[in-house]
C-alpha cells in the first residue's frame, strides 16, 4: 500500500536526485535552495548510440519568488555528459555547504 508521504523514486547520482525531460537534467532537490540545470545541446553518433556531445550547465536557485533570469547563479559549457556531471556536482556541493 502507498502512501502519499512516499518520495518518488528518482534515479541518484553521489546521493543527489537525477530527473531528466528530453534534452534537460535536473540534479539535485528542489526542496534544497539550488539545483543545477544541464541541457544537451548536441549530440554525436559513436557506433550506434547517441552519445551527449555538448552540455550547458547552470547552478539556479529553486526560491519561486525570484525572477527566472536572477535565478541562474553560474552558467557554463563542457564537452560530454560525464564532465558535466562532475562539474554540477562540485558547483551543487559547495552551493549547499554555504
Do not use: H
Request: charged fraction near 35%.
Amino acid at each position: 500500500m502507498s502512501t502519499k508521504t512516499e518520495k518518488p523514486n528518482f534515479p541518484m547520482y553521489k546521493g543527489k536526485p537525477l530527473v531528466r525531460s528530453g534534452d534537460v537534467l535536473y540534479y539535485g532537490s528542489m526542496r534544497d535552495k539550488y539545483v543545477c540545470r544541464l541541457e544537451i545541446k548536441s549530440k554525436k553518433k559513436v557506433k550506434d548510440m547517441e552519445i551527449a556531445d555538448k552540455v550547458a550547465i547552470q547552478l539556479m536557485l529553486t526560491d519561486p519568488a525570484v525572477r527566472a533570469r536572477k535565478q541562474i547563479v553560474k552558467t557554463s559549457e563542457k564537452s560530454g555528459l560525464y564532465l558535466a556531471m562532475d562539474i554540477a556536482d562540485a558547483w551543487l556541493t559547495r552551493a549547499l555547504a554555504e
